[in-house]
């Protein structure tokens, strides 16, 4: 399998020629990516630069770029709205307010051309598929949280279940982007916004989408923005703004949920304005398994956590470790990668090329009350900032929902797979796929027809294969194999994040 090589740049590595700044080196990077068709990492270079930029030039020049790009992926108001913040840049009487205005003409010329695109909002086509949950209003009502001896806390369903059924959509509680992707979504709120971000005066790896998120960072992380890839600290400071600033109604809540285990479905959570919502859900997050053995390196590294520098009263201090700690056990076991999957594109020479990345991570509040199986019946994407989780394979009313943890019973043999969840999560893997040891499979599960990012005009065709696989797989379930069937389950995953448009499959 041949994978897009995208270059991550480590700003203090750069080789840049004499006289060039680091702004316009990458803006150069960002050209080249641009003029071979990669308009997505184009805008990452352009962003990047646009962070490091010294002068007004190099503001304008990113702003320039960036409209340069979007002119070319049809997005038309995206366009006007960097060509404006350019010539916030731009002396009057120069050369290049006439190109920009050149361009606004051209854009304005094209906007009356274009049809509008029903097909652009995602959430026309990822909504729950019944009525929702009157506390939980994100979760479909058939949900039923389940005590049981085996799997502890589960999920559970009242009614039948069909492939493609969309049972939750979930904004994680707690999340944060990965460093490598900082400029790519805004680091408060996850949306990626298209790309169309805005450099903070903070951080050079912090964008934000709008002025009300760099508001809601700044006041919340003060000068420790910079960190704010830790999803721990971040953590720390939101739960401090959630107790009034307080360390003793911290504790107090870390010992309350320590006593009474509580989840969300034990609150209404149906009114984000209600003045105990966020309280709640912290008190949920804090309920959450925990790993129980810590190493003594980790121990030591939360002791000396740099976080915990800022705080000048020795109680407050502790309090805040303990919180750490208890932050690194919850997110051992419970944490989610948010990630995605770059699609072929019509100049690659193969059309093999399925790379995951990784974008960031987050606690999902409902999605951590599933347990594990190597062959799961729930599937998740993540769409703009939420987690869409979809079912996979037929679920009966009474069965227990299933995500992965980790691989699939097709990527590797029962003995590794059940060593990797012990080692990580601590249980022995006792799903279908383990107790009937179901054979791995050779083929590459992306393989068969490739989605092409050239193909956005046909997104209704994805989803239509999308629906015609969820038929297939129901129709076939008793008479194809595990393989077969998984094989076609994996095949959707990949449908519904080309659906999604997560990016990089927006450009
Ligand atoms: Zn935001
Ligand atoms: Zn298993």
Known sequence: MKSVTVTRLSLQKLDIPNGQSISQD??????????????????????KSLCVAQTNSDILSAYECRSIVYLKAEEYKLCLDNIELACKYCD???????????????????????????????????????????????????????????????????????????????????????????????????KPNKLNLMPSTISETAMFCSEECMEIASKTYADTTNKMHDIKQRMLFEALVICGGSFSKLKELMDASDLKKETIFSYDLSNPDDPLFKQNLLKSSMSLAQAKN???????????????????????????????????????????????????????????????????????????????????????????????????????????????????????????????????????????????????????????VPIVISELSVANGWKDEFKKNCLKIVKKQNVWSQAELCLLMVRNLYLVTAIAKTEPFIF
């Open 26 to 47: 990458l803006r150069v990077r960002g050209d080249s990516f641009f003029e071979n068709g990669y308009l997505f990492e184009a805008l990452e270079c352009y962003n």
């Open 92 to 190: 009057n009487a120069s050369e290049r307010l006439t190109i920009l205005d050149e361009r606004k003409k051209a854009c304005l010329k094209l906007m009356r051309f274009d049809r509008p695109n029903c097909d652009s909002e995602p959430w026309n086509f990822f909504r729950l598929s019944y009525d929702a949950n009157e506390k939980l209003p994100f979760i479909v009502d058939c949900l039923k949280l389940h005590n049981n001896k085996k799997f502890g806390r589960s999920i559970i369903t009242t009614q039948d279940l069909q492939p493609g059924d969309i049972i939750a959509i979930d904004e994680p509680f707690f999340k944060t982007v990965t460093y490598e992707s900082a400029h790519t979504r805004c680091i408060n709120c996850l």
């Open 294 to 448: 810590v190493s003594a390196d980790v121990i030591n590294y939360l002791s000396h956590h740099p976080v915990l520098e800022t705080i000048k009263d020795q109680r407050d201090k502790e309090i805040a470790e303990t919180f750490l700690l208890r932050c690194f056990r919850i997110l051992a076991v419970n944490s989610f990668g948010i990630e995605w999957l770059v699609p072929s594109r019509p100049q690659d020479h193969t059309k093999d090329t399925i790379v995951t990345k990784r974008a960031g991570q987050a606690l999902c509040l409902f999605g951590s009350l599933m347990n594990h199986s190597c062959i799961p019946n729930v599937d998740r994407v993540f769409v703009q900032n939420k987690f869409v989780f979809f079912v996979r394979r037929p679920i009966f009313k009474g069965q227990q929902l299933f995500i992965s943890y980790g691989s699939l019973f097709l990527d590797m043999p029962r003995e590794i797979r059940q060593q990797n969840l012990k080692d990580e999560y601590g249980f022995w893997c006792c799903c279908e796929a383990c107790v009937r040891d179901y054979p791995t499979s050779a083929v590459y599960p992306w393989t068969g």
